[in-house]
Every structure is written in C-alpha cells, then in structure tokens.
C-alpha cells in the first residue's frame, strides 16, 4: 500500500476525538500526524483497520513517549493542523484500549487537568471543586432521508420517551442535542448525549410492537428528529441472516446491560461475588482472540479488571455472543474484559467471514444504527468504570 494524504484539516474545525471517530468508523489503516507550531515534531497516531494500535509524542518523557500515554497526551494539542496517510503501518502493537475508550479519556483527562493544554502557557490541573464527569455527544453518519416518513420538532426541556412507556417509534436526530436518562432511586442520571445522525429507540423497537422503553429521552437543546419507517426496518432485518439476527439482537441487549451496571454502580448497589456466583474464568485462548462465539448453553458475565477492583459490565446468555467483532468496537472481552461462565457453558464458532461480509453489504440506516449502538456500549463502559473508579476512591479515603 503506497503512502497517500486523504484527510486533512485544521484542529479548530475537527477536534482529535472527532478526528478518530472519523477514521475509526471508515477502517482506515495508516497514520495520523498532528502538527503544532509548539513542538518540534509531529504527534503520531497509527491505525490498522480502524483500531489504534499505537502513538508517539517526542515531548514526553522517554518511557511514556510511545504507547496509550502519547495518544492520551496528544489531546492536549488544541491548536494545529493534521493529516492523515493512507498507508501499510507495520508497528508492534503497544496500544490494546479501544478507540472510544481512548476519547473518553483522552476528553475527561484533558478537563480534569491531567493532561496539559500544549501552547505558548502551561496551566495547572483543575481545583476539585471544578472536576466533573465528562459526557461526550455522539454523532452518528449522514442520515439516510429514504427511511424518514415524517419530522418533529421538540423544544429544550421537553421529553421525547420516557422510561418505563411503551412506544415502536425509532427516531434519527436531524439536528440538535438529545440526553438519554436513566431514572434512579437519587434522581435521574444522565447517561449518553446524543446528536445529529444518532438514533433514538432500540433495534427491538421497530421488531416488536409496544416495546418497553428502558431510558428517558429529553431534548437537551432544540431538536429537529425524523421518524423512521419502522416497516422498512423491519423487512431489511428479516432478510439477514439467523446469525446476523442474534448478533444484532445480542448487541443491543449488552447496551441495556451495561447501562443498568453503570446505574448499581452509581447507586453503590453493585455486588461482584452475587455478579460472579457459581461461574469461573473462561479462558480464550490466544488462538482464539480474533474468533466470535455464540453460546449455545449457559451463562456467562463481562467483567472488567481494574486497579484495585472490578467493574461488573454485563451479563449474558444463550444465543448472546462472546469473542471479537471485527466490524465493531465496543471495548469488551477478548482485550479489555474477561468472560467468567457457568459450569454448562457451551458455545459455538461464529462465521466471522460471512458475517462481516453480511455486514458491508446493510441498508445504510441499518447499518448506522448497529453502529450507534456499538459506540453507546463503549460510552456506557467506560461511565461505569468511571463510577467504580470513583466508588473505590471515596471507600480508601474513610
């Protein structure tokens, strides 16, 4: 593959995390250089197929100038330009975080002062007083208006869904800010933010009628939502494969998953051992990291391990997937999560194959919307890390 420039641009007009969000979800393999007239030589970020595998910033100390420690520093760098080059990265893997894990932090340690703002003045990290949880807005791809059969608009403040309703409807934000709330015994907790080309209801939504919403969506700024012809949906759904189904299907559950793990965490209500009760560590052998399995019998948790702790993220079963999704990034087992399962637990191999074939050749709605799901996972994941994080911090300080 020869080198080629195909994106460029001013860090004014696209941030960082817009940037890697960009080349992430197109699968790009090549590097990405950021240039500021405050450093000597360009920030490197590498990519293969969309995923990083590696960064460098010749400003930091040498055993943090290469690895998850240069991509999160090269936050910092507000102001410059980039490129992108479309070529064969050869590298050693040293970066095994998932892209929007990287955003996350990379946002939130920026914010907190962590990491410092590159330029002319350096600034000290933020009081306490300051500090807050960062919720970054995700946006979604251009939207496909062949699927919208009608619009509606929505004023700040008003409540689209609310929890606990029943409703098929599935909007795509047309323009605007959306909050997706959980409601909890302490009050209601913000989980996502949601923008232009993202989408509100779940692929269960236009599948079956009257489904039970699991979150509150209110209008964070004025809102502009098309509604989606959830007929078509459903037809271009029912002609995937079985296995493509489930997979979907599976997918759209851990998002409910997680997101009810991040509020007993919030909520201090988590417990690992009743999380973990009768299973053990199922291990994926190294062979096996870049297959996707579906299980076939028993039950199985996501897990997270973290300094001093675990984060419990999901539980799963038959006809759930466990292994690596090759097409979608949400940050789970086989690299960033262990898989502990029941003394039954079966499962079978996935076609990787024919499933990411199925995958490029969806209707582009359909296809945006698996998408969308898959970076709300992410997000949830790393709010749930964040609020055991914080959990644990508070317990050592008694």
């Known amino acids: 593959m020869e080198s080629s420039i195909v994106l460029t641009g001013n860090l004014s007009f696209l941030t960082l995390g817009d940037i890697l969000q960009l080349i992430g979800s197109n699968g790009g393999t090549g590097i990405l250089r950021i ?10 970020i590498y990519f293969v197929k969309g995923n990083i595998i590696s960064a460098s910033n010749a400003l930091m100390e040498p055993e943090k ?45 920026v914010d907190e002062g962590v990491v410092p703002i590159l330029g002319p003045v350096s600034f000290g990290k933020k009081s306490d007083a300051e500090k807050g949880p960062t919720i970054p807005i995700i946006k979604g791809s251009l939207v496909d208006y062949m699927y919208v059969v009608d619009e509606e608009e929505f004023y700040k403040g008003q409540t689209i869904v609310q929890e606990n309703s029943h409703g098929s409807w599935v909007w795509v934000i047309l323009e605007g800010v959306v909050d997706i709330i959980k409601e909890t015994s302490q009050g209601p907790l913000t989980m996502l933010k949601i923008a232009d080309g993202a989408f509100i209801g779940s692929i269960g939504a236009f599948l079956f009628q009257s489904t039970l919403r699991s979150f509150t969506a209110v209008a964070a ?57 009768d299973k053990k560590l199922f291990t994926i052998k190294e062979d096996d990291k870049r297959k996707l399995f579906k299980i076939t019998q028993g039950e199985s948790s996501i897990i997270r391990k973290i300094k001093n702790g675990y984060v419990p993220l999901a539980n799963l079963g038959q006809d759930d997937f466990i292994g690596h ?15 502990f399962a029941s003394e039954d637990f079966e499962v079978s191999e996935m076609d990787i194959g024919s499933l990411q074939e199925e995958y490029k050749r969806l209707p582009p709605t359909l296809k945006n919307m698996i998408e969308n799901v898959a970076t709300c996972i992410s997000i949830a994941t790393s709010s749930a890390v964040s609020f055991q994080k914080e959990k644990l911090r508070k317990r050592s300080k008694k």
Request: no cysteine; net charge negative.
């Open 325 to 339: 999704v090759p097409f979608l990034d949400i940050g789970h087992e086989p690299d960033s999560a262990a898989v």
């Open 65 to 109: 100038k290469i690895g998850l420690d240069a991509a999160y520093s090269l936050f910092g760098w507000l102001e410059g330009e980039f490129e992108f080059s479309r070529e064969d990265v050869q590298l050693r893997k040293t970066i095994t975080t998932n892209r929007m894990e990287i955003i996350l932090d990379g946002l939130r340690m």
């Open 221 to 277: 700024t004025n809102v502009q939502l098309g509604v989606l012809d959830s007929q078509r949906l459903s037809n271009d759904f029912a002609g995937r494969s079985r296995e493509f189904r489930e997979l979907s299907l599976s997918i759209d559950k851990r998002l409910k998953e997680v997101t009810e793990r991040s509020v007993e965490i919030s909520l201090d209500k988590d417990n690992i051992k009743k999380f973990t009760k």
């Open 35 to 44: 240039i500021s007239k405050y450093a000597p030589e360009p920030g490197l």
